[in-house]
């Protein structure tokens, strides 16, 4: 039987792990990758926007990091929700969400790109709210809310 999954804080030791999390999570998205993504590219990107306001939570089972999420409260901000492929489908992005709406219960918004099917149904089931659809770039991203 697996342990339940915590939350906590992000420390810097937890860097390498959440960076390949992220690289392998997007992965499975079946979307095309930016050029240059790595996980190093994914090292450097989460240590700027660390210190430029993003607070890290991470969802860990069994001392294993699962997932982790990335929110900017000052702009009322879900940033990033992955969950590691062998954990996608055991509730670890709902209670990654839930933490999100914990840490901010006046609410949020995120956006996420349209033809992510999977992301855009998971958060449609979860009582967020589609507000529009917007172009960024060559990407169509679908934009939601929760409050």
Do not use: C
Not at 42 to 69: H, K, P, S, T, Y
Not at 115 to 138: C, I, K, P, W
């Amino acid at each position: 039987m697996m342990s339940p999954t915590i939350t906590r804080d992000y420390q810097p030791s937890d860097l390498e792990t959440v960076a390949d999390l992220w690289f392998a999570s997007w992965a499975t998205t079946g979307l095309a990758f930016a050029d240059g993504i790595s996980v190093a590219g994914n090292a450097i990107r989460i240590e700027a926007e660390i210190r430029n306001g993003w607070v890290v939570r991470v969802a860990v089972r069994d001392g294993q990091i699962v997932g982790f999420l990335a929110i900017t409260p000052r702009e009322g901000r879900l940033n990033q929700l992955f969950v590691a492929p062998h954990a996608k489908g055991t509730g670890v992005g709902t209670i990654l969400l839930e933490d999100a709406k914990a840490k901010m219960p006046d609410g949020f918004w995120l956006w996420t790109p349209r033809a992510n099917m999977n992301a855009t149904a998971f958060y449609t089931s979860r009582s967020l709210h589609l507000v529009r659809y917007e172009q960024d770039g060559e990407t169509e991203m679908a934009i939601f809310s929760w409050r």
